[in-house]
């Protein structure tokens, strides 16, 4: 199921009256719903020790999103320097914050230790060296390459950028030791929107054989092993969702045979992003034309500028038109944005009931990769947030940009620089 039963009927009772108000089209966010999923995640791990999220904030990246996080106790995964800032701004500190960047620079290592520092989780061998100041808590995010696969939207492991080789990371923690590491996580994240817990059980099972071998080789300990993200949501209607609590069952299983062989546990953490908040963020637009030519094309007020997923992947997101229930007669049709780029569609020969102008459509799943992967090719703008409370009230989150937020760029002290004769 796309967006949940309980949501839709939080929301579409008020939505006419709540874009009347606010103007279309804007992304809105279920705190309720976004609540439910931490006590539920909390739940399926209760038997884990030590167990955290850290919520990776470019999924979600508002302030008010992560109070909430903050607020079920979860930490926050960053890779950029605004998403540590934003974290910080948010109250965490410390190893409340994991920092997994690839490619880093040293600005970035700066912004990690600054400010009470965070976790850093390295992605190379090469880096170990170039961190400023080591830190004594050292993360590796391990890359296992062609044992195993991933999926299309993160690739293969093998071919992927991300994380450390197979055969270097017994030297990477080495040489981390040998810079004043006393303190060790490993990390990996191989899916993305990876709908079976079954994959997720062997990332588990994965990362903790490789800290036994690297435990027993190194004679080090690890504090933690952290999966990443990549637990996915049913986008489609129909799909089964991901079974989380068969995920917190057999780790625990898994982690007490660890302990029974290696006389101590790690803790173990999740850094979900989708799960967390893909499925309870929807994209209100507002139908504003139609054309009949060869296909049937449902103008909306919106554009790829709001959400990339359809247009980057081919994702399907599920579409509701308010107010009219779907029937066997719907003809399919294109939604589409006005971009100058014909993959500007929120669905491809989708079968909607009758969209007429002025009907309002709600775009499902947009809570997470949504708006913050938005963009301003063609000088599009984003579209507001906002953010419906328990109590029904509902708060604008982030306005939405302006032309002059647009040309902000343009508007510099002058430069230029003539190369001189030597
Ligand atoms: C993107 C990302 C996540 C979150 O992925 P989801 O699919 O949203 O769960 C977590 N960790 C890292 C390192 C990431 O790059």
Redesign the pocket.
Known sequence: MPMSPAFQARLFPTLPSIAEHFGTPFHIYDEAGIRETGARLKQAFATVPGFNEYF?V??LPNPAILRLMREMGFGF?C?SIAELVLSRQAGARGEQIMF?SNNTSQEAFAAAAADGGCIL?LDDLSLIDKVPEFPELICF?YNPGPTRDGNS?IGKPEEAK?GVAHGQILDAFRHARERGARRFGL?T?LA??ELHAEYMVQTVEMLLKLAEWIGTTLDLRFEFINI?????IPYRPGEAAFNIERLGAASTAQLQEFAARNGYVPRLYT??????T?PHGVLVTRAINRKDIYRTCIGVDACMSALMRPGMYGAYHHIDVLGKAPGPHDRPVDVVGSLCENNDKFAVQRPLPEVADGDLLAIHDTG??GQAMGFNYNGKLRPKELLLREDGRVDLIRRAETLDDYFATLSFAGDSFIVGTP
């Open positions: 990776a470019k999924a995964d890779s997994t989780n995010r939207i991300f990390h994240m993305s929107n990443g993200g990549g637990l996915g850094e979900s992003g989708r799960y967390m893909g997470a990769h």
